[in-house]
């Protein structure tokens, strides 16, 4: 057993350095002053973000379906390689249409790894017969990215003073050696579907996950409105620190204190779902990280980045617990799409928030942005509990 399993347990450490390097990391903490230093206002920064979200949005489904049908290890390689081509169009690029190209390639990539990289990491463990390890093992994968960034916004600051396009070529390198280990991944045994009419296959996936099996429609409902939320608060973030004053050097340092903490979160997730995994618990640990937002829209001064934080930390708890009741409520066969559909979900109200906001700070005030940010949230949070209140996890 011991030769047999060891070809297959190298995917989750190679998952691990996955996690590290398919990331941001550089450019990240600068990609909205280097978006303004080429002319683009804030709204059109937004749009940016709104056109990657849409992009998601139209291949998050069916990229989990194709990693469902022509498996996980085929579905991240292509994805690590279009996001190498994405980010180095960032690098050579500029103006709002030269931006428009490398974010489109940016979502596709994405598109190809969301959902696929769970679903492998829970195949791979229910293979070797430890799938009571998914917690402990997807928080240390969120663990390992957001450490990641810790230690490359240590950096930023000093690429960035340099050129704020250098961060851009650092990343170039970060997913031209993602696309190179995502070639080693080992393909894990599992269910493949039998059915051959994709798109009637795919219908009966949402229909199971959004309308038959309860837990699965409550948790993906929850996840919409905390992930969409969180997605928000960080592309306001930057916005914030210029508001304040924070020197551009510090960006870095105060991302890295960001990412840390949010990465010790992942990290004990899973000493917290020992407590308790169950949705009353998901929702307590939302109402915290929407009240963040509401903080934040009456706060302008350096310590109110302390919220950030806050908010980070929650949805580094939120997260693996969530995917962790997805996946046992869900079979090999099916699995990535499922999870696909729980960031389709997220990317749509994201998606169809982000241009307003943008445009309230820009027309008003960043305070405005936060306080209809917070506002939404309490909202799609208050309906969500009335769906979900007789549920149990």
Known sequence: ??????????????????????????????????????????????????????????????????ADRWGRRNTILLGSFTLFLGMLSYAVTGGFW???????????GFSFHSGTTEALTYDTLDTLGEKKRYLKVNGLQGF?????????????GSLAAVSLRLPFWADVCLFGSATILS???????????????????????????????????STILLFT??????????????????????????????????????????????RFAKRSERLGTLFAIAFVLIATSFALSAVSALWGLAFFVLEGMMFGLFDPIASNIINHQTTSDVRAT??????????????????????????????V?????????????????????????
Request: overall charge positive; glycine content about 6%; proline content about 3%.
């Open 98 to 108: 030269g931006f428009v190209f490398a974010e489109t390639l940016l979502a596709i």
């Open 338 to 367: 499922v999870l696909s559909i729980r960031s389709f979900a997220a990317r749509i109200l994201f998606a169809a928030l982000t241009p307003f906001l943008g445009y309230m700070a820009d027309a008003y005030s960043l305070s």
């Open 183 to 217: 070639f080693t991944l080992v393909e894990p045994d599992r269910v493949v579907m039998k059915e051959t009419q994709h798109l009637k296959a795919m219908g009966k996936i949402f229909l199971h996950a959004l309308v038959h099996n309860k837990i699965l429609q």
């Open 1 to 66: 057993m011991a030769t047999t399993d060891t070809p297959l347990r190298s995917n989750l450490w190679k998952l691990y350095a996955l996690s590290a390097i398919a990331t941001f990391g550089f450019a990240m903490p600068i990609v909205i002053p280097f978006q303004q230093e080429h002319g683009l206002t804030l709204q059109q920064a937004f749009a940016l973000q709104s056109i990657y979200s849409i992009v998601l949005v139209i291949l998050e489904v069916p990229s989990g379906y194709i």
């Open 144 to 156: 390992f990215a957001l450490g990641s960034k810790a230690v490359t916004s240590l950096l930023v």
């Open 225 to 270: 409105v905390v992930a969409a939320i969180d997605i928000q608060m960080f592309w306001l973030l930057q916005s914030y620190q210029l508001e304040i004053g924070l020197p551009m050097t510090f960006f870095g340092i105060a991302n890295a204190a960001m990412c840390l903490l949010g990465a010790l979160a992942y990290k004990e997730s899973h």
């Open 369 to 393: 942005a936060f306080l209809l940010t917070g506002a939404v949230g309490i909202t799609a949070l208050a309906v969500t509990f009335m769906m979900i209140r007789r549920v149990r996890a």
